[in-house]
């Protein structure tokens, strides 16, 4: 029973990874369908430390996380990954827990980042 349950959890993790990065294979794809996503994510604890890690990460590196956050957004894929040497998938998610952030902590601000 418990093996169906972590079976279950891990399809819908992949399933929901996919949909995240369908929606940001496109430059420019901040739509209605994306907005409603952030929305509707549910935050975990281990989703602020992996952020949190990763703001600390780029604060090392001198990288402008809005900038990055920007990027990921706008640039394609291979763009993205020449330019910081990251993962794009990786930062797609990453992406998804900042703009979830925002959207609950500034929502101007989140208007204003995902123009």
């Known amino acids: 029973m418990m093996t169906n349950i972590i079976n279950f959890l891990q399809h819908k993790n992949e399933k929901d990874e996919q949909i995240i990065r369908r929606y940001f294979q496109k430059a420019y794809s901040l739509d209605e369908r994306l907005d409603q996503l952030i929305q509707d994510k549910d935050l975990q604890v281990e989703d602020h430390k992996l952020f949190l890690a990763f703001l600390a990460y780029l604060e090392q590196q001198r990288i402008d996380p809005q900038q990055l956050f920007k990027d990921v957004i706008d640039l394609p894929k291979f763009k993205f990954e020449a330019k910081y040497n990251m993962n794009w998938g990786q930062v797609v998610k990453l992406s998804v827990t900042f ?7 500034d929502l101007e601000g989140y208007k204003q980042f995902t123009r």
């Open 99 to 105: 703009l979830t952030i925002l959207r609950t902590n």
